[in-house]
């Protein structure tokens, strides 16, 4: 599965992973504020990793 993913598009998704992540650890250290806001990087990562792989399509079509 992951042999369709190029190297950008494996970066993008360990980036939101991680982002994942470090929101968590921050919800339970107790910085409520902090881990919405870099839980919200989350969406916002995987979007662009979309828009930058339908804008790739697009340019081989």
Known sequence: MFKKFTAAEMLMLVA???SLIFSEALWFTGEAQSA???GLWVPSI???TILLKLIKNQKND
């Open 16 to 18: 939101a992973f991680m």
């Open 36 to 38: 919405i806001f870099v």
């Open 46 to 48: 995987l979007g662009f």
